[in-house]
């Protein structure tokens, strides 16, 4: 069974503190990792899809990377804007379904 | 805006009761996905319509259905409500069946009383 663990569960950080959040990993045949940004009460918001070990994209503050087992979003310098909920999803093909881990709920202070 | 509707933004109801949730998918999308989120399961995957016809089914109860109609919205039906119940349900879109770039509505959330 596909799994997907992300860590921390919360960060605060203090604005233009950077830091990196972490998404571990488990399946058969990863095809796609994707990354969300979830504001309260609002549906996910597309971020990146990266496919293969080693790519990087970046939006903005963002950064997101990819190795085989895990992926990091990467927030340089955030803003109290930044403050979410950051969900990573997986999507091997199996069953055209996505898996998400639980999320980070990131606070940016000013 | 991610282009994907629901209806209603907020549905409340009794136990025993049945509802009806509505989405309708980005503009040239045919892939919709329902999906149901609570605090403590996070985003979990209901079942998957593609062009119309069922294509994946994830962690649906027997009491929950769907369809997708000929003009791709698609409608999830929910019976003899338990308290449990009560979560966000998304859905969202996509072009074909590979979740490349899955966009999400804004969400039912729906409370059983």
């Known amino acids: 069974e596909d799994q997907v663990t992300q860590s921390p569960e919360a960060l605060r950080l203090q604005e233009g503190e950077s830091s990196s959040l972490n998404c571990s990993y488990t399946?058969?045949?990863?095809?796609?990792l994707f990354w969300y940004r979830q504001d309260p009460g609002k549906g996910p918001e597309f971020l990146f899809t990266?496919?293969?070990a080693g790519e990087e994209k970046e939006k903005e503050r963002l950064k997101a990377t990819l190795t085989k087992k895990e992926s990091f979003l990467h927030i340089t310098a955030p803003k109290p804007e930044d403050s979410a909920t950051y969900l990573c999803?997986?999507?091997?093909?199996?069953?055209?379904?996505?898996?998400f881990g639980k999320g980070i709920t990131l606070s940016v202070r000013p | 805006d991610s282009g994907v509707t629901q209806t209603p933004k907020h549905l409340i109801t009794a136990t025993g009761q049945r509802v009806t949730l509505r989405c309708s998918p980005r503009?040239?999308?045919?892939?919709v996905y329902w999906y149901q989120q609570s605090l403590d399961q996070g985003l979990q995957f209901l079942i998957q319509?593609?062009?119309?016809?069922?294509?994946a089914k994830g962690n649906i109860l027997e009491r929950f259905s769907a369809q997708q109609f000929p003009d791709l919205h698609s409608e999830l039906n929910l019976s003899s409500l338990e308290l449990g119940d009560s979560a966000l349900y998304f859905c969202?879109?996509?072009?074909?069946?590979?979740?490349?770039?899955?966009?999400f509505g804004q969400g039912t959330r729906l409370t059983v009383v």
């Open positions: 999803a997986v999507f091997t093909g199996a069953n055209s379904k996505l898996t």
């Open positions: 399946v058969s045949g990863l095809r796609g």
């Open positions: 319509y593609y062009n119309g016809e069922e294509r």
């Open positions: 969202a879109s996509s072009v074909s069946t590979e979740n490349t770039e899955a966009f």
């Open positions: 990266l496919y293969s």
């Open positions: 503009s040239g999308d045919l892939s």
